[in-house]
């Protein structure tokens, strides 16, 4: 059975790439926001990166690494109290972030009792670059008249068109409130 706790507990993930002399790391912030401490769990994440189980690991101990899904055990007798915050830091990847889609995506406690609680994961930051994070594809403005006759992205050298369409009618997406 799966618990929802929307915004009670938050991932939080940042990478850290060599620099300066210091060695990598990918650190994992679990925040318990809520107001009752937690125990008997361990945090389970997956995404594109992998942590290698050979690693080394401070905070936690990798208990099952599958592909790229990593379980993370807290030390012996942990509680997240109300308002705390658990760091794990991993310095073993199988192989270095490039870009911030390469950190945990999706994450759960999986408690003693068999029972989960789903995780609000934020996305990975980099230390080194304070840019806003972009999803989806990038709108660029069209213009009315445009400037040629066929807008094909990447720029071939030729292109051949036998007939045309009209455009699709734009449509507007209603926002979730």
């Known amino acids: 059975m799966s618990i929802s706790r929307p915004k009670a507990l938050r991932l939080e993930t940042l990478w850290n790439p060599p620099a300066d002399g ?25 995404g594109p990166g992998r942590v290698d189980p050979a690693g080394r690991v401070e905070g936690a101990t990798v208990s099952q690494r599958l592909s790229n ?13 109300a308002g705390e915050t658990w ?19 999706s994450g759960y406690l999986a408690l003693s ?12 930051r980099s230390s080194v670059s304070n840019a806003p994070l972009k999803r989806g594809a990038e709108i660029y403005p069209v213009p009315i008249n445009a400037p040629v ?4 992205i990447p720029w071939p050298n030729h292109v051949s068109v036998t007939s045309r369409r009209p455009r699709p009618a734009l449509r507007r997406r209603r926002r979730a409130l």
């Open 149 to 152: 006759q066929v807008s094909i």
């Open 22 to 46: 210091k060695e990598f790391s990918y650190v994992l912030r679990l925040k318990n926001l809520g107001t009752e401490p937690l125990s008997n769990f361990s945090l389970c994440v997956s």
């Open 87 to 105: 760091t794990i830091s991993v310095y073993a990847l199988s192989w270095q972030f490039r870009h911030w889609t390469d950190g945990a995506t």
């Open 69 to 81: 899904f990593t379980e993370f055990q807290p030390p012996a007798n942990f509680v997240l109290g």
């Open 113 to 124: 009792d068999g029972s989960t609680i789903v995780l609000t994961i934020e996305p990975t």
